[in-house]
């Protein structure tokens, strides 16, 4: 029967079906096994599954936390339906890198089911690595040059996300470095695309802006990266000013946007930027507990200005914590303190724990899907492996692992408190 | 199934529509097989073509199938004149209840016919069916003879590679 379906039909069964089930049918034939393991078929692919994505109702949840009972970090996969928010048992996500650090990565950010994670949150040794762990694959990244080539100690922020015309992955880093009491600007910029397997500069102008060291994050949203950055509006000791900045994964441009006018004086380090609906948007709670108003802005219309409006806002009892995302019902993600996970209503409705427990800065939450990314450049990630070439830190940070059971936490909270007294001292008026 | 070449002038046409009118198909079916043979000759005929050498590729489709086609389409143009929208229920009955060789069939019929929402509600059905299957189960619904790469006698490298590195993918 084969022989009479065209390949246009055969393409059109095999680009619905999930990476698993096309794994295993790379043994059916060989012209199966070329055609699934083809870049085409693998880009084609990936459209359909973000076509699908955009259509379908039924959207599935990324949970990361560290869990402190097993010590390592923890995936699970849910469905975010009005009611529920259960547990997908088929999508079982294996942390594979638990022996590259002491505690748990930074999720940079994913991308067509492909994560981007980093060592630089309790530990910087530059590790980053792109990975798919639907399909088992993982790519480790070159050491920047800003890091190999220079003597000075440098702070990296991180980007990831897919430029769709090149069809590449691509990472961009921009390396600060502290001068005085302040950090040099502009950063040094760097690119790491997968099609070219290395780091290399950018030829547009860096931006004359500073990224909040440790709290920083990202957004990938219309092609373009996201963070919050911020600059003195006059010389030493004014104020400081934040706004958007983003970096074109196309044209690899800088530019910024400003934000809502209530955010512009906030500290940075209080802002989180993230994706709701498809849309950019900010998560803005207090880190150093001493206010307790946390919101949620959303740029409705992308580019436009006037098109941010606040979604959430309220007082905090205390109890809620760092708001990570918006479900599909409108109920809002927390981490709470006491580090459980909990789907937050309305102030008076209240909230609900969902029974997922973790470190309270260790909660990584963003939308899931399944794809064959990296199943050619990637290399095979076999059981928990510990790092390739840096097996002797590993060994180290075994020893320190059973120092104390709550390291980690205690770890966390130590690093969260310096870096907060650091950037306040920095960002305060003199 | 191979696809039939058909050479007919403008008579036959006439006289393929009436043969279509006496088995008394319904209005919809002779709308599409019209509507197809119309656009292939109007093609021909812009193309530069001679009127009186038509060849028209007609799918090669069992009575049983297009009565089934036809009773999709009918359906649907039914639900979208009443109510605008179609039921997904209906589709999913529609396309549940007909066995694997019928669905093939019908698979082709939507993407010779140009009937988008069956061809995809097809595609759908097949792979879903393929979900959880094994490489075996797989070669039988689409009856492929070729060079099966997990077959022991047959070159058995590259598929026991694949089965014995992604074990979870086999499981």
């Known amino acids: 029967m084969s022989d009479y379906i065209p390949q246009e039909l055969i393409l059109q069964i095999l680009t619905r079906l999930p990476p698993k089930s096309l794994l295993r049918f790379r043994c059916v034939s060989k012209s199966w096994c070329s055609l699934i393991s083809s870049p085409n078929f693998i880009a084609m692919h990936t459209r359909q599954l973000t076509l699908s994505n955009h259509f379908t109702s039924n959207t599935r949840t990324l949970i990361r936390r560290y869990d402190l009972n097993q010590r390592k970090e923890l995936y699970s996969v849910h469905f975010d339906t009005n009611q529920s928010f259960n547990i997908d048992h088929d999508a079982q996500i294996e942390f594979p890198f638990s022996g590259f650090v002491p505690s748990y990565f930074r999720i940079v950010g994913s991308c067509n089911g492909l994560l981007c994670i980093s060592d630089d949150l309790l530990g910087n040794k530059d590790t980053i690595i792109l990975w798919n762990p639907t399909i088992r694959r993982k790519l480790n990244l070159p050491i920047p040059h800003a890091t190999l080539e220079s003597s000075e100690e440098n702070v990296g922020v991180l980007g990831f996300g897919f430029d769709c015309n090149a069809n590449d992955y691509k990472v961009v880093r921009l390396a600060y470095v502290q001068r005085g009491d302040w950090y040099k600007v502009p950063p040094l910029v760097e690119v790491y695309t997968v099609k070219e397997g290395e780091w290399r500069g950018v030829s547009a102008p860096a931006p004359r802006y500073c990224i909040a060291e440790h709290f920083w994050s990202q957004a990938f949203v219309s092609g373009k990266l996201h963070w919050i950055a911020f600059q003195r509006s006059g010389g030493r000791g004014s104020m400081v000013s934040c706004l958007v900045l983003w970096f074109d994964l196309g044209n690899e441009v800088f530019g910024e946007m400003v934000l809502p006018e209530s955010l512009v004086r906030e500290s940075p380090m209080n802002m989180a930027l993230g994706v709701v609906a498809e849309s950019l948007a900010v998560f803005q709670s207090n880190r150093c507990m001493s206010g307790r108003c946390c919101s949620i802005w959303m740029m409705r219309e992308y580019g436009a200005v006037e098109s941010w409006s606040r979604l959430f806002n309220t007082d905090l009892d205390g109890h809620l914590g760092i708001p990570l995302g918006v479900r599909k019902n409108g109920e809002v993600l927390m981490a709470a303190r006491s580090g459980e996970l909990i789907s937050h209503k309305t102030r008076t409705e209240g909230s609900r724990n969902l029974g997922i427990f973790g470190t309270k800065s260790s909660f990584y939450v963003d939308s899931y899907c399944e794809s064959l990314v990296l199943l050619l450049e990637g290399k095979e990630v076999k059981g928990t492996e510990a790092s390739d070439s840096e097996s002797d830190s590993s060994e180290e940070y075994e020893e320190e692992e059973e120092e104390e059971d709550d390291e980690v936490q205690s770890r966390e909270h130590f690093v969260e408190l310096a870096m907060i007294q650091f950037l306040t001292a920095l960002l305060s008026e003199f | 199934m191979e696809k039939q070449q058909t050479p007919f002038g403008f008579h036959k046409l006439i006289f393929i529509l009436l043969i279509l009118l006496s088995v008394s198909m319904s209005a919809l079916g002779r709308d599409i097989l019209s509507d197809i043979i119309e656009l292939k000759i109007e093609s021909h005929i812009a193309s530069g073509g001679n009127f009186d050498s038509?060849?028209?590729?007609?799918?090669?489709?069992?009575?049983?199938?297009?009565?089934?086609?036809?009773?999709?389409?009918?359906?649907?143009?039914?639900?979208?004149?009443?109510?605008?929208?179609?039921?997904?229920?209906?589709?999913?009955?529609?396309?549940?209840?007909?066995?694997?060789g019928m669905l093939m069939d019908l698979f082709l019929a939507g993407y010779e016919l140009k009937i988008k929402g069956l061809n995809d509600l097809a595609a759908s059905r097949i792979g879903g069916m393929m979900l959880g299957k094994t490489p075996e189960e797989i070669r039988v619904i689409f009856d492929i003879k070729e060079d099966p790469l997990c077959k022991k006698s047959k070159s058995p490298k590259e598929g026991e590679r694949f089965a014995r590195d992604n074990p979870w993918a086999f499981q």
């Open chain 2, 54 to 100: 038509v060849t028209v590729e007609l799918p090669n489709l069992t009575g049983k199938t297009l009565a089934k086609v036809i009773e999709y389409c009918k359906k649907h143009e039914e639900s979208s004149e009443k109510t605008g929208e179609l039921s997904e229920k209906w589709d999913g009955e529609f396309i549940g209840g007909v066995e694997v």
